[in-house]
């Protein structure tokens, strides 16, 4: 009996009841028990939202020319050092690539200033604000039906005809 049939089977809904032994314990030989279902780890919610995609896009590349130009400056360090040749060109790349990372952390904060204004606001009203729109219109319908009963009773004093 396969283990599709067997979870078909009446009496067999796959849980695991106190006493079933079900689990081996490797090196004794021996069978234990094994406690209940307890998941690897809780999900908790994440703390901030997740960063729009443009926004991610323009840290992702802020972040991987910054490491470039560090290792830039670091072997330029090395072989000014060292006193190779290969110093200069590294130096002036170095320079080069610190325009090109001062550019991406702009690109950053300038992309995630657009995308704030373009889709930051969002439109749902707050519970407190529904409340108050909520009360509003209760006052409404009650002022609109006072005011009917008033012209019904008004109407109901004259003669349909004079």
Do not use: K, N
């Amino acid at each position: 009996m396969g283990t599709a049939e067997r979870r078909g089977a009446p009496g067999h809904d796959g849980a695991v009841g106190p006493g079933t032994r079900t689990g081996f314990e490797y090196g004794t030989g021996a069978v234990q028990e094994r406690p209940e279902y307890r998941p690897l780890w809780v999900e908790e919610p994440a703390r901030r939202r997740r960063l729009p995609d443009p926004v991610r896009t323009a840290a992702v590349r802020a972040v991987l020319i910054v490491a470039v130009t560090l290792v830039q400056a670091t072997v330029a360090f090395l072989c000014t050092m060292a006193g190779s040749w290969l110093a200069f060109p590294m130096l002036l790349s170095s320079v080069a690539s610190t325009v090109a990372a001062t550019w991406g952390v702009l690109d950053v904060w300038v992309t995630r200033q657009v995308w704030v204004q373009r889709y930051g606001v969002i439109s749902i009203p707050a519970s407190t604000a529904r409340a108050l729109r909520r009360e509003r219109r209760r006052a409404r319908r009650q002022a609109r039906s006072a005011e009917r009963a008033q012209g019904r009773i008004r109407r109901r004093g004259q003669l349909s005809h004079p």
